[in-house]
């Protein structure tokens, strides 16, 4: 057997192996993803002399498959087992936020944080965030409906506001316990202590960023997936345009460094060039990464 027809007999034994697991967790006929194995195991097979195919048609072929395997890891990312059955993840649609219950009563954290703080902060502050982002949420459905993008400063603005009060006020909820204190314990005190030098030497530096943020905001322990490790940022007021809790995943640098030798003061003949180099494959890829980061609705 030749390398590629190993290639086909390896390609239609993965696929059957698929549909064997797809029938066994029973996902429904109608399903578009048992079409698409259907569909490339028929290119497959129809291969009669795969030794004169010309590299072109390789390349295709290869890109199919890709594809395919794409759109199985997408698959299984979109579902969530419960007990034994998968059910896909719902998504928060536009305007559809909710506030999220605290997860311990009102009076709970006293005598650190009142109750008369808890319930104000939690019913009346991050509520108004959660109605703040749903309403700039459905004003930019609505411009994309009309095409009036008129206001889009404003939007995207009260988007990352409000976004990131309610996204960074769900984390902060869940960041405090009537039985929380002490020190963490495995991997985070272990990359804590790689990183800062000691937990002390982070404790004192989330302290002072937290003591000297300017004006309102927030100190925030982060993971740089890139980097691979902690660090410690502030942030003023919630965002400064940005959400928190979000993973880039197609990025535009519209400095003037970006465009100016080339395109002069005609950022908006940049922005549209732009478009016919984005390499949706690398988007795609670092979408299907970030999805697998799940945390509850809200
Ligand atoms: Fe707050």
Request: glycine content about 6%.
């Amino acid at each position: 057997m030749g390398k590629f027809e190993e290639y086909i007999h390896d390609f239609i034994e993965w696929n059957e192996g698929w549909k064997s697991y797809l029938q066994s967790e029973q996902i429904d006929k109608s399903e578009e993803i048992w079409s698409e194995l259907d569909r490339l195991a028929e290119i497959m097979e129809n291969i009669k002399q795969p030794d004169q195919m010309n590299d072109n048609e390789l390349l295709k072929l290869q890109a199919q498959v890709d594809d395919l395997h794409h759109h199985m890891e997408a698959y299984f990312v979109n579902r969530t087992p419960i007990g034994t059955i998968f059910m896909k993840e719902p998504m928060v649609e536009a305007g559809e936020h909710s506030l999220p219950p605290l997860p311990y009563p009102y009076h709970a954290l006293e005598p650190v944080i009142s109750e008369e703080i808890m319930r104000l902060h939690h019913t009346k502050h991050h509520q108004s965030y959660v109605d703040g982002l749903n309403k700039a949420e459905m004003k930019l459905k609505e411009a994309r409906t009309t095409g009036d993008f008129s206001l889009i400063k404003h939007w995207s603005r009260e988007l990352a506001f409000h976004g990131s009060g309610h996204y960074l006020h769900t984390i902060f909820w869940n960041n405090m316990s009537p039985n929380g204190g002490g020190a963490p314990s495995g991997k985070l005190l272990q990359d804590i202590e790689q990183y800062f030098g000691s937990f002390e030497a982070f404790k004192q530096q989330f302290s002072e960023a937290a003591k000297a943020v300017e004006g309102v905001g927030w100190a925030i322990l982060v993971w740089s997936p890139r980097a691979r490790h902690l660090e410690i940022l502030q942030s003023e007021r919630h965002m400064l345009l940005t959400q928190w809790d979000t993973i880039p995943l197609l990025v535009l640098d519209v400095w003037e460094h970006a465009y100016y030798l080339q395109y002069k003061n005609n950022r908006s003949e940049y922005v549209k060039k732009w478009w016919e180099i984005v390499n949706w494959k690398d988007v795609e890829q670092r979408f299907l990464k970030a999805r697998q980061l799940m945390w509850k609705p809200f």
